[in-house]
């Protein structure tokens, strides 16, 4: 029996229904096949930058061969552009990088050692002024797993300027993954397990999201919002057995607890087989799935008017990061190692 003493109530979380209904729009897309991509941002001259495990590479024009645009000493978390090409570079380990256009390293821009346990994305505020957003876990395969059973607040958004001053502008933010600047500068992170995007004080400005959140971008006519699962009904009614989540976390290895999962593939070590349903062998769409892809798009006051997905059956899950490049939103699917081209969405066009 489980232990029902304890039990949490948390509001109910948005469904993909209405505006969020199930399609299949990122499995009809084009791919590109990049090795380990994370994040994606667009320079001003047009190319776009794409994290590729510990290098960034670019591409001067889809399908065309990527070209090396800087090799680093640990795996690339983080990835943003200046008005005025400047390239930073978030480090496994906490670390920063900072390029110019070319691709040559910056001076200044010192984040100071231990300053951050993961960058997980950033913006500029200015060229001046660099956001980062900590999501506070050391281990980044672990995150999904880890954020989704623990209640600390762990990440921060932080300002680091030229001169390497750094300021903690939020410390007490619960597993942060997302950061973009509204119309007036002010910055909004979105928050993996809390479903919610909130405001420099931490307070929300939207809630109740159905997704696992990964990184907000802007767009001119409103966001678009990476989600590296669905919130999963099973993981939600956990929440409330206290008692079986401490066994878990107390008996199970981290890589096979209940949780998100980046990848489709299917594996008998895994918990309840992944609940996956099938009819003749076959994945159905509808079936239970801890990983999924999902597109989020939305209004200027972040109220979601539409989505791309990759349901059960489908292989394009976990996107990370997106982008608009060349007239066209290009999302990054971990699950499946693509970048994935589509066109922009009838919702937000």
């Known amino acids: ?20 209904g199930p399609n299949s729009r990122l499995d009809e897309a084009e791919g590109l096949a990049i090795d380990g991509p994370d994040a994606v941002a667009v320079h001003p001259d047009g190319r776009l ?13 889809w399908g065309a061969a990527s070209e090396r645009f800087a090799m680093l000493d640990a795996a690339v978390t983080a990835l943003c552009v200046s008005r005025s090409g400047q390239v930073a570079v978030g480090l496994e380990g906490g670390r920063l990088a900072m390029f110019d ?13 231990g300053q951050a346990v993961s960058v997980v994305d950033c913006a500029f505020r200015s060229d001046d002024e660099l956001l980062l957003v900590d999501c506070g876990y050391p281990v980044a395969r672990e995150v999904l797993a880890r954020a989704a059973w623990d209640a600390e ?4 958004l932080l300002s680091l ?10 410390g007490k933010l619960h597993a942060p993954m997302g950061l973009s600047l509204d119309q007036a500068g002010r910055p909004q992170v979105s928050l993996l397990e809390r479903a919610a995007i909130v405001d420099e004080r931490g307070a929300a400005i939207r ?4 997704g696992y959140l990964g990184r907000l971008r802007q767009t001119q006519q409103g966001y678009l919002l990476a989600c590296l699962a669905r919130r999963d009904p099973l993981i939600e009614f956990l929440k409330t057995e206290r008692g079986f989540v401490a066994t878990m976390k107390d008996t199970v290895d981290v890589a096979h607890w209940i949780a998100p999962r980046v990848s489709p593939e299917f594996s008998h070590d895994f918990p309840i087989e992944l609940g996956a349903t099938r009819l003749f062998g076959e994945v159905k769409p509808w079936a239970p799935s801890f990983s999924y892809g999902l597109l989020i798009e939305m209004d200027a006051q972040l109220v979601p008017v539409g989505s791309l997905q990759s349901r059960a059956n489908g292989r394009r899950h976990a996107i990370s990061d997106v982008a608009i490049w060349d007239e066209a939103i290009v999302a990054v699917s971990k699950g499946s190692g693509e970048l994935l081209k589509l066109a922009r969405g009838c919702s937000v066009s």
Do not use: C, D, F, Y
């Not at 256009?101 to 050692?113: D, I, K, R, V």
């Not at 607040?153 to 921060?156: C, N, S, V």
């Not at 300027?161 to 939020?170: N, Q």
């Open 207 to 210: 809630s109740g999201l159905p």
């Open 101 to 113: 256009s070319s691709g040559q390293p910056l001076n200044g821009w010192e984040l100071p050692a």
């Open 161 to 170: 300027r030229r001169s390497g001053e750094v300021e903690v502008i939020h």
């Open 153 to 156: 607040p762990r990440g921060k």
């Open 1 to 20: 029996m489980m232990n029902l003493v304890g039990r949490t109530k948390n509001p109910p979380a948005m469904t993909l229904e209405g505006v969020l």
């Open 49 to 61: 930058l794409v994290s590729s495990g510990k290098q960034v590479v670019v591409l001067p024009s």
